[in-house]
């Protein structure tokens, strides 16, 4: 995985075009009196990386920060679920699923739409607040 970061702003949105499909990488990070954090933004996904580094705002307004090698999630070998954990809303899950298991929004756009897909992919949120 791949971690950019903004060299200017707290929150940043990069428009690509990957495989023909409109990608916005959203550079994240947070402003509070004294301190600042420029926004960053990771991906695991090769095609997004590589049309970020040809970007014409590259080296200018977001660089490349650096590399993480990341540990695949899987199931453990009793089959239990995988638990996502400090989830509060449905938001933050479609987030997570999105960003983490690249599940389109699309089939994630209602609460059973969303706990469908996360059933299928063996997923559980146990901090999930369901109004």
């Known amino acids: 995985m791949k971690v950019y970061r903004s060299t200017h702003y707290d929150e940043?949105?990069?428009?690509?075009?990957?495989?023909?499909?409109?990608?916005?990488?959203?550079?994240?990070?947070?402003s509070k009196y004294p301190s600042h954090v420029r926004g960053s933004f990771s991906t695991p996904n090769p095609d997004i990386q590589s049309k970020l580094e040809k970007h014409v705002l590259f080296g200018k307004q977001f660089v490349l920060e650096g590399e993480i090698e990341e540990k695949p999630l899987a199931q453990d070998d009793a089959g239990e679920p995988i638990e996502v954990q400090d989830i509060k809303s449905l938001t933050q899950a479609r987030k997570w699923l999105n960003r983490q298991k690249q599940v389109p929004m699309s089939k994630m756009q209602n609460r059973e739409k969303l706990l469908a897909v996360a059933h299928e992919m063996n997923i559980t949120f146990p901090d999930l607040i369901l109004d």
């Open 12 to 30: 940043i949105t990069i428009p690509l075009y990957v495989k023909g499909k409109r990608v916005y990488c959203e550079f994240t990070g947070s």
